[in-house]
Each structure stands twice: as C-alpha cells, then as structure tokens.
C-alpha cells in the first residue's frame, strides 16, 4: 500500500469524516475554476455550519518531514 499519496491521504480524510455526513455532502475534486479542490464538505441546507475545504499537499523530496495541518479561515465575500 501507498501511504504518503494525494489519494490515500484523500482516503483518510474520507474516513476520518464519514461521521459528517449527516450534516455534510462530501465532493472529491471540486473543479474550483483554478484547478481542483481535493475535498469539499458543504453543509447540507438544515445544517448550520460552515463549508469546509481540504487541500492536500505531500513534500515527495522530504519523506521524513512529520504531516502538518493549517486551518484558514476565509471571510465572507
């Protein structure tokens, strides 16, 4: 198995979230008009949460870098 991918980091954002999908419809490489979104959790129209959007990104030339998160908040347009 490949572990330090797009697709299976993909799959473990998938899994971490499957408890979301009552409040959230998941998309996989949302078209964003600038390329593609990895994973898009839009709230669904009872839910009031904000849409969350997953970019990932793997360092191919350092494989013994620790994974990290940033989390954004993005303003209203």
């Keep these: 198995m490949t572990y330090n991918d797009e697709n299976a980091l993909g799959c473990s954002i998938s899994l971490a979230y499957y408890s979301a999908r009552k409040d959230y419809r998941m ?3 949302l078209p964003t008009g ?6 898009v959790f839009l709230p ?3 839910v009031n949460k904000p849409a969350l959007v ?3 990104k793997y360092d ?3 494989k013994n870098k620790p994974h990290s998160c940033i ?4 303003e209203k347009l």
């Design 54 to 56: 997953v970019e990932l």
């Design 34 to 39: 600038r390329g593609f979104a990895d994973v």
């Design 60 to 62: 191919k030339d350092n």
């Design 71 to 74: 989390i954004e908040k993005a």
């Design 27 to 29: 998309i996989r490489e």
């Design 44 to 46: 669904l129209p009872s």
